[in-house]
């Protein structure tokens, strides 16, 4: 069964940074696109970003562009997600998703648990 | 940015009964790059359909899917008591991808 454990989710002030990692395991990481999506509290998903398998291309959605950053490390299987200048918005549980292939445009055919990031003062 | 609009909204429906959600699109979906999951209370999303009309592996065939274009449907067609979710369908074809708001298929 496919494992994704996402971690570095927490309290974090307006403004600064936070960085998200999603542990991979049980099938070949480097073959597989990997997506973040979010939900803020009582609302629906959100894409936030996504990484082919080679890492060669990414996306990111317009609310986040600029201000995170998705990478991969296939050696490791993980996957992060470097989050700054953050904003009471970006409160949210951020999913570590996997796609059905290795291209990114995939559905996300298995997803972690998530973490929750809460920004606030 | 393609934007989904799922309706209705909440959908209220006893066990046994047919569900019907729909999902437009503001754009033409690429190559029918359409995905739904599901969402039960406290959970991760589940994916159920992908390719507008392939189900995910292990997704019983009470749920099915069509459509093209701008227009995509999902069908439960016995909702059984662990189908009460909600519902979101996914572009995959044009970036950045987008979800829809969700569809609450509720207990009446």
């Known amino acids: 069964e496919v494992q994704l454990l996402e971690s570095g989710g927490g309290l974090v002030q307006p403004g600064g940074s936070l960085r998200l990692s999603c542990a991979a395991s049980?099938?070949?990481?480097?073959?597989?696109?990997m997506s973040w999506v979010r939900q803020a509290p009582g609302k629906g998903l959100e894409w936030v970003s996504v990484i082919s398998g080679s890492g060669d291309t990414i996306s990111y959605a317009d609310s986040v562009k600029g201000r995170f950053t998705i990478s991969r490390d296939n050696s490791k299987n993980t996957l992060h997600l470097q989050m700054s200048s953050l904003r009471a918005d970006d409160t949210a549980v951020y999913y570590c998703a996997r796609g059905h292939g290795s291209s990114p445009r995939s559905p996300l055919d298995d997803w972690g648990h998530g973490t929750l990031v809460t920004v606030s003062s | 940015e393609i934007v989904l609009t799922q309706s209705p909204g909440t959908l209220s429906l006893s066990p046994g009964e047919r569900a019907t959600l729909s999902c437009r699109a503001s754009?033409?979906?690429?190559?029918?790059?359409l995905a739904w999951y599901q969402q039960r209370p406290g959970q991760a999303p589940r994916l159920l359909i992908y390719g507008a009309s392939s189900r995910a592996t292990g997704i019983p065939d009470r749920f099915s899917s069509s459509g093209s274009g701008t227009d995509f449907t999902l069908t439960i067609s016995r909702l059984e008591p662990e189908d009460f979710a909600v519902y979101y369908c996914?572009?995959?074809?044009?970036?950045?991808?987008?979800f829809g708001q969700g569809t609450k298929v509720e207990i009446k």
């Open positions: 996914q572009q995959y074809g044009s970036s950045p991808w987008t």
């Open positions: 754009q033409s979906v690429s190559n029918t790059y």
């Open positions: 049980v099938f070949t990481f480097s073959n597989y696109a």
